[in-house]
């Protein structure tokens, strides 16, 4: 399989046809954001899934990527970014950079994206992926997203895409005042998603918006 992430995949006008069927379906299910649908239009999901997967890629439909990991619904996707307000230059930190299929959603909307991976295996696989080459605007990393990248604070935006057991202190304080934060909390089967929103003055308001199913945020790297 790996091999097959360095290879230019082919883009037709069956998968441009459904991609505009899912465009169609996110709107149906309340997606209202127009930078979020056309992002979601612009990159080819098939792409980011094993050749098997590609006739159900435009499906809402979560998928298995390497190391057990899953690439989510294209509608989580589109909700948690429309829940972050995104504007275009927004400096963006993602947790949990999977396949990179949101990193590329956001990337394409025209944010600096900083993202973490903790599984090695899946940050090695990224790498080869030629897909991600497009986007000059995106930064990896292997790390733990419970540490953030301090280094890089503060970001406009906080995307966490795995169902962390408790909002990470950390990545709160690298929120920049005015910034938002979005994170499914919770630690079974289900996780509440959670917008947090850091006033100018660096109080915190919190919303609870929906239940979603993630795989789970885990505490330190991964070999
Ligand atoms: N955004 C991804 C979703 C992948 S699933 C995509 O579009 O495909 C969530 C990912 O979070 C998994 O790859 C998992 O390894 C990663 N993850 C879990 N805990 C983490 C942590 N503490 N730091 C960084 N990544 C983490």
Redesign the pocket.
Known sequence: MEYLQGRQRDDNFLHKGLRKQLVQLLREKGITDERVLSAVDTVPRHF?LEPAFERYAYENRAFP?T??????HPYT?AYQTQLLEIDKYDKVL????????????LAEMGVTLY?????KA?YDYVDKFFYIKKYLNIKRFY?????GLPTFAPFDKI????G?PFIPPKLVQQLRPGGIMVIPVGEGESQKMIRITKGKDGTIRQEELGVFT?????????K
Not at 94 to 105: D, N
Not at 159 to 162: D, P, R
């Open positions: 980011f990527i190391a057990n990991q899953t690439i989510s996707v993602e947790i949990g950079t999977g396949s990179s299929y949101q990193a590329c959603v993202t973490i991976e903790r599984q899946l790390g733990d997203g419970f540490e995307l966490i895409t795995c962390a993630f795989v789970p945020m885990l505490q330190g790297r991964n």
